[in-house]
């Protein structure tokens, strides 16, 4: 399993942004599904980006539609989830799914807290 490093999370505003980044420790460009996850105290992990297909489509959870964009760079063995406009109900601990699934392997999680 490849070993996976989660970066970018912090304190924000409401209605500001971050980028987190999931660096692997493998080459991802041959991995058809990958995602990002969160989680928020005594509740299950969320699915709320993935990309599938090797990276030619993608999926959101509802309440992050047009706010997040997911991507990757093969070169760099990284994936991406671009956070823009950021609301307080998107605080909760990120985490890195690589491949897509619960046999892939995790990040250690990055907390990002949204509030005034």
């Known amino acids: 399993q490849v070993q996976l490093v989660e970066s970018g999370g912090g304190l924000v505003k409401p209605g500001g942004s971050l980028r987190l980044s999931c660096a692997s420790s493998?080459?991802?460009?041959?991995?058809?599904?990958m995602a990002w996850y969160r989680q928020t105290p005594g509740n299950q992990r969320e699915l709320v980006a993935a990309l599938v297909h090797g990276g030619v489509a993608t999926s959101y959870t509802d309440s992050v539609k047009g706010r997040f964009t997911i991507s990757k760079d093969n070169d760099k063995n990284t994936m991406y989830l671009q956070m823009d406009n950021l609301k307080p109900e998107d605080t909760a601990v990120y985490y890195c799914?690589?491949?897509?699934?619960?046999?892939?392997?995790w990040g250690q999680g990055t907390q990002v807290t949204v509030s005034s």
């Open positions: 799914n690589i491949p897509l699934g619960s046999s892939g392997s």
């Open positions: 493998g080459s991802i460009s041959g991995i058809s599904a």
